[in-house]
């Protein structure tokens, strides 16, 4: 073989290998700087000049729009805190803890983050409606039945993702640590 050959089949080989590499980054991948707590992923830095290119490019290619710098955080779950992916055959229980800040929302996406339309027009909580005990703590149900206190009702068939948003956050410009006790914690308490 001679060395215009070998030249190419090196260049075809290895656009193909970064193509791929890139594609399976943008479907799949958090990112470079994802910070994670127990079963929450985030990626802080994204908004941040310099930040991860794929992180940026992935949320290009959904349509979101990013929380600026000193905006917020925002915080996804695809799986309880065992680590057991989340469907909507189960029933679930949000509780714990969420860092300091000014607002917070909580809320059922689908794997590729858009929200999910549930049978009662409920998208998510938001961190004034929530009621909460005498202690201040809180739990949201998120179950496919009714119940009593902060419910999130469940969509059909499927995965989905918990999607955690904090609004004027003192870790908005520095997280690059949160420890899985600073997030609240996403038990299964029944599934069928």
């Not at 992935?58 to 992916?85: I, K, N």
Request: net charge positive.
């Amino acid at each position: 073989m001679s060395l215009f050959p070998k030249i190419l089949a090196t260049a075809l080989a290895g656009a193909v290998l970064g193509l791929g590499a890139t594609y399976a980054s943008l479907t799949r991948g958090i990112g470079f700087e994802a910070v994670k707590a127990g079963p929450w992923r985030g990626t802080p830095q994204i908004s941040v000049v310099g930040g991860d290119p794929y992180a940026r490019a992935r949320v290009s290619r959904s349509g979101q729009v990013l929380l600026g710098t000193a905006e917020g955080l925002s915080f996804s779950a695809a799986v309880d805190s065992t680590g057991a992916r989340l469907r909507t055959g189960c029933d679930y229980r949000v509780s714990g803890a969420t860092p300091v800040a000014r607002n917070w929302t909580l809320g059922l996406a689908r794997p590729d983050g858009t929200l999910i339309a549930t049978p009662f027009a409920r998208y998510g909580f938001t961190s004034s409606e929530l009621l909460r005990d005498a202690r201040g703590d809180f739990h949201i149900d998120i179950a496919r039945a009714a119940r009593p206190g902060n419910w999130l009702p469940l969509p059909g068939e499927g995965d989905f993702l918990l999607v955690l948003r904090l609004y004027d956050s003192p870790h908005s410009t520095s997280a690059k640590t949160l420890e899985a006790r600073e997030l609240p914690t996403i038990n299964a308490e029944r599934c069928s």
